[in-house]
C-alpha cells in the first residue's frame, strides 16, 4: 500500500510541476494546491501506514497498554494544511492584484518589466502598461 501510495505522489507532484509550468495563472494554482496536497500525502506515507490504536494514553496509565500510531505525521499534516492554506490565500490576492492591473492571465503577457524584443516590439510597445500606469503612461 505504501509504494501505491508513494507513485500516486509521483504523479501528483509531475502534474503539479506541469500545472504550474504551463503559463496561465489559474493552472498556477491548481498546481500548487496538488503540489500541497502532494507534500502532505508524502508526509503521510513517510509516517508508515500501520492499523494501530490512536496516541492516546488513559489518564491513570504511566505507558501506553498496547502500540499506538505515529503522532508526529500526524501534527506535521496538520501543520503543512494550515500553511498551505495561508500560502494559497495569499497567491490569490497577488494574482487577483495582478489579474487588475494587467488585464490578462498569461504570463507571457505580463511582461511590463522585461518586454519580450520581437513580437511586443512589433506590437508597438508593452502590453499591460497603461493598466499600471493609468491610461496615459507613466506621466500621468
Same mark, same amino acid.
Given at each position: 500500500?505504501?509504494?501505491?501510495l508513494?507513485?500516486?505522489?509521483g504523479f501528483?507532484?509531475?502534474?503539479?510541476?506541469?500545472?504550474?509550468?504551463s503559463?496561465?495563472?489559474?493552472r $498556477?494554482?491548481f498546481g500548487?494546491?496538488l503540489?500541497?496536497n502532494?507534500v502532505n500525502?508524502l508526509i $503521510?506515507v513517510?509516517?508508515?501506514?500501520?492499523?494501530?490504536? =490512536?496516541p492516546?494514553?488513559d =489518564?491513570?496509565?504511566?505507558?501506553p497498554?498496547q502500540s499506538?500510531?505515529n503522532?508526529? =505525521?500526524?501534527a506535521?499534516?496538520?501543520?503543512a494544511?494550515?500553511?498551505? #492554506?495561508a500560502?494559497?490565500? #495569499?497567491?490569490f490576492?497577488l #494574482?487577483y492584484r495582478? #489579474?487588475?492591473a494587467l488585464?490578462?492571465?498569461?504570463?507571457?503577457?505580463m511582461?511590463v518589466?522585461?518586454p519580450?524584443q520581437?513580437r511586443?516590439a512589433?506590437?508597438?510597445?508593452q502590453a499591460g502598461?497603461?493598466?499600471?500606469?493609468?491610461p496615459?503612461?507613466?506621466g500621468?
Amino acid at each position: 500500500m505504501e509504494t501505491l501510495l508513494s507513485v500516486i505522489c509521483g504523479f501528483m507532484v509531475a502534474a503539479s510541476l506541469y500545472l504550474m509550468l504551463s503559463g496561465n495563472l489559474i493552472r $498556477f494554482i491548481f498546481g500548487l494546491v496538488l503540489a500541497t496536497n502532494a507534500v502532505n500525502l508524502l508526509i $503521510f506515507v513517510a509516517g508508515r501506514l500501520s492499523q494501530t490504536h =490512536p496516541p492516546l494514553i488513559d =489518564p491513570d496509565a504511566v505507558i501506553p497498554a498496547q502500540s499506538l500510531a505515529n503522532a508526529l =505525521p500526524q501534527a506535521l499534516i496538520l501543520t503543512a494544511i494550515v500553511i498551505g #492554506f495561508a500560502l494559497l490565500t #495569499f497567491v490569490f490576492i497577488l #494574482f487577483y492584484r495582478a #489579474f487588475q492591473a494587467l488585464d490578462t492571465v498569461e504570463t507571457e503577457l505580463m511582461r511590463v518589466s522585461e518586454p519580450r524584443q520581437g513580437r511586443d516590439a512589433e506590437e508597438g510597445g508593452q502590453a499591460g502598461v497603461a493598466g499600471i500606469h493609468g491610461p496615459g503612461g507613466e506621466g500621468a
